[in-house]
Structures are given as structure tokens and as C-alpha cells.
């Protein structure tokens, strides 16, 4: 397997994991605000860095927002079709290409393609981690989430 074929097979299973949550959250009766809160976070912090990928301002997108889970189902749609697109368009050449961007401060900084798709993956799987937490403590059973499980 090259790069590539690593990083597309990782989205594929970021795409998985944020699809497991999802579903989970769509049956917990009671809807943690928390949970749903850092979900979000997630979603919305895909689209910003996505959309820094594309060169496009990121600057009037939110990275926090409160919103219901029908919007985060949206959401993960819409992550999953603007990363799959990103990634299949993507040469190995690129992933050394340096993308230059304002963060939500309006400071500027300047990452590599391959920095920013490790960045998204392992910060959704933090967060992930972190909804597990809070549904473990709700009485809740966690989201195996883990990659090994989905490779399997």
C-alpha cells in the first residue's frame, strides 16, 4: 500500500467512525448537549480544514456551534462527499505542497497537505474518544470506533 492508498484508507475510516457516532447519537433519547457539541466540532472542523485544502477562505466558518443531530447527519454527509472527492483527486506530488491559511484568531500559518490530513484524522479521533467518555458516564455504551475493527 502506498501513501495514498494509507491516507484514503484512513478518511475511510474516519468517514466510518463519524457514521458509527451518528448513529448512535440518533438513538440516545436524551440528547447530551455536550455530546453533541464536540460531535459538531468534528464536522465543522472537517469543513474548515477541507475547505483550506481547496484554497478557499475558511474564515467565516464556524469551528464551534451548537446544532441539532439532523444537522450533524448533514454534516456528515457533506464531509464525507468533500473529502472523497479531495482524495481522489489527490497525487502523492501534493501531499508535500504547503497550504497557507488564517486560523479562527486571524493568525497565519503555513502546514503540508500531508500535515493537515494527519491533523483532521487524529483530532477527530481525540474528540471521538472524548463522546465515548461522556457516553460511558451517561450509562451509555461507548462507539467502537477503533481501526483495527473497521479493518476487520
Not at 114 to 128: A, E, M, N, S
Amino acid at each position: 500500500m502506498n501513501l495514498i492508498e494509507t491516507i484514503q484508507k484512513m478518511y475511510e475510516h474516519l468517514n466510518w467512525a463519524n457514521r458509527r457516532i451518528l448513529e448512535t447519537l440518533q438513538k440516545v433519547e436524551d440528547e447530551n448537549q455536550e455530546v453533541s457539541r464536540l460531535f459538531s466540532h468534528i464536522l465543522f472542523s472537517e469543513k474548515v480544514w477541507i475547505t483550506r485544502l481547496q484554497g478557499l477562505d475558511s474564515s467565516r466558518l464556524p469551528i464551534w456551534s451548537d446544532v441539532d443531530i439532523e444537522f450533524c447527519a448533514e454534516l456528515v454527509m457533506q464531509s464525507e462527499e468533500s473529502i472523497t472527492t479531495f482524495l481522489t483527486n489527490l497525487a502523492e506530488t501534493d501531499l508535500e505542497r504547503i497550504i497557507s491559511y488564517k486560523n479562527s484568531s486571524d493568525k497565519l500559518f503555513k502546514n503540508s497537505v500531508r500535515d493537515i490530513l494527519t491533523h483532521v484524522v487524529l483530532h477527530g479521533q481525540y474528540h471521538r474518544g472524548q463522546i465515548n467518555s461522556r457516553l460511558r458516564a451517561n450509562g451509555i455504551e461507548p462507539v467502537n470506533v477503533d481501526f483495527i475493527t473497521f479493518m476487520r
